[in-house]
């Protein structure tokens, strides 16, 4: 269970890796004609020790990514934590740390925090997030697709 949505778990043989679905929004189902592969690899209790929610991308390895926040929302950070490797940054007030791999749960959780967050780092990271949010930027201000490239607006003013 993640984020109030129980999930189902199963190994995609011709794919060799876990698969999840959400359970309310499985449509249908059949009785498979295979035979049933028993789990004797996967220690579901540690599974999902390095992301957050329920996602666990292939071949990434777990990374600190540093967080810098805004106004009072550190406050809401330090007493709901994002992830169970979460600390404060020593000697940065406003920022925290976490030990996770990096997913789309990550993001969402971060695009939650907007505009009181900032991915300091990895710079990887903060590029991709900045790309997202650029992106995003383009569907409030159509007229300026060319300036949210280099995720400026062009100095666009505030219109009531």
């Known amino acids: 269970e993640y984020n109030n949505r129980w999930f189902l778990f199963g190994f995609v043989p011709d794919k060799s890796w876990i698969m999840n679905m959400a359970l309310d929004r499985i449509v249908s189902f059949s009785v498979a004609n295979v035979p049933f592969i028993p789990n004797k690899d996967i220690d579901f209790s540690t599974y999902f020790d390095d992301v957050v929610g329920v996602t666990v991308p292939k071949n990434v390895v777990a ?22 490797s979460q600390k404060q940054v020593e000697g940065k007030e406003d920022e925290i ?41 383009k569907k409030y201000f159509p007229m300026h697709d060319r300036c949210t490239d280099d995720v400026d607006l062009c100095n666009v003013n505030k219109q009531e």
Do not use: M, T
């Open 63 to 84: 990374q600190e990514i540093v967080l810098r926040f805004y106004g009072n929302r550190l406050n809401y950070v330090l007493s709901k934590p994002i992830h169970k």
């Open 97 to 137: 740390v976490i030990r996770v791999k990096p997913n789309k749960e990550l993001c969402q959780q971060i695009f939650s925090f907007l505009p009181d967050v900032e991915v300091v780092s990895p710079e990887w990271f903060r590029k991709e997030i900045s790309k997202k949010i650029a992106e995003n930027l």
